[in-house]
């Protein structure tokens, strides 16, 4: 790997115009990178389990069940953005854990 400071000043790469730099041949924490895939199918996983509302709760659970039969919900759509978010936890994972490209 190359020296990241040549004369005294440290090699660094702009995004956005400037408004974000990184220190060139670095890499994201490992935290970031586990954690990304957990919130995204945290997420899915919450669509999934909430998808008609909070039905079993002692004193919302009736007017939720109320709310659902005037509401007509779609479960077909809510596994259809379950899945999506499934297959961005899937493609945001592959791309976190690839090793960073050199400049």
Do not use: C
Request: charged share 20%; proline share 6%.
């Amino acid at each position: 790997m190359s020296d990241p400071i040549k004369n005294g000043k440290e090699e660094l790469k702009d995004f956005a115009g400037g408004w974000i730099q990184e220190r060139k041949g670095t890499d994201a924490p490992g935290f970031l990178k586990f954690v990304t895939p957990i919130i995204s199918l945290g997420g899915a996983s919450y669509l999934v389990f909430q998808m008609y509302g909070d039905v079993h709760h002692a004193t919302r659970g009736p007017f939720v069940e109320q709310f659902n039969k005037v509401s007509q919900t779609s479960p077909v759509f809510m596994y259809v953005v379950a899945g999506m978010v499934f297959i961005y936890a899937v493609i945001v994972s592959v791309f976190a854990f690839q090793k960073p490209h050199k400049d």
